[in-house]
């Protein structure tokens, strides 16, 4: 059964700074792998999208990677900025209809 | 092009009410998943659906519960007698091509329920 973890569960930095956010996940049999933002009361913003055949991708200031052999994957942030300030949740590909969410990285960037 | 459509955005229900939450798609997109989010945890997926056709509703559970999404109009989930334990954000998404998890899948804004 698949089990996605996302560590850290909350992260508080000051505004500038790179940062990292780590997703794991038990079952490397997997199609994908999607990066999502969620704002407090808002839906989901699908932020990267990595088909298992990729190593990573990029956009603007983000960068996600994936390493299927090790169950990992990474999320980086570049310059951080307040507006970034969000819940962060990584979704797992794991069958051919479903994704198999973590509980999420509260982000605060602090201005 | 308008994205997922879900309404309400926000329900409130007494105890043994029904609520009903609806989602139509985006334009184009003829595959919708419902997923729920419980209070302080990720989303869960609950129930596939195509046209007429429920594909997967594995993550549904079994009583109270229904989904249908029928030839014209939105995908409605449906709660028969609401208890406390049903309060949570339930998300709608859909995708074109009923690839799955192996296409994107583009989320509505998500109605939350409340149950007193």
């Known amino acids: 059964k698949q089990e996605v973890t996302q560590i850290p569960a909350a992260l508080s930095v000051p505004e500038g700074e790179n940062l990292v956010l780590n997703c794991s996940f038990t079952d490397s049999a997997i199609y994908n792998l999607q990066w999502f933002r969620q704002d407090p009361g808002k839906g989901l913003t699908s932020l990267l999208l990595i088909q298992s055949s990729q190593r990573e991708q990029t956009s603007g200031r983000l960068n996600a990677s994936l390493d299927k052999s090790s169950g990992r994957s990474t999320l980086y942030i570049a310059a951080s900025q307040p507006g970034d300030s969000a819940t962060y949740l990584c979704?797992?590909?794991?069958?051919?209809?479903?994704?198999?969410f973590g509980t999420g990285t509260r982000l605060k960037v602090l201005a | 092009n308008a994205g997922v459509m879900q309404n309400p955005r926000h329900l409130v229900r007494r105890r043994g009410q029904e609520a009903r939450l609806r989602c139509s798609p985006m334009k184009g997109h003829s595959h919708v998943y419902w997923y729920r989010q419980l209070p302080e945890e990720g989303l869960k997926f609950m129930v596939y659906?195509?046209?007429?056709?429920?594909?997967?509703e594995s993550g549904m559970p079994k009583e109270r519960f229904s989904a249908e999404f029928p030839k014209e109009g939105p995908s409605i989930l449906r709660i028969q007698q609401v208890v406390r334990g049903d309060s949570a954000a339930y998300f709608c998404a859909s995708s074109p091509l009923g690839q799955g998890a192996t296409e994107t899948q583009y989320f509505g804004p998500g109605t939350r329920l409340l149950v007193l």
């Open positions: 659906l195509q046209k007429e056709n429920i594909i997967d």
């Open positions: 979704a797992v590909g794991s069958g051919t209809y479903k994704y198999i």
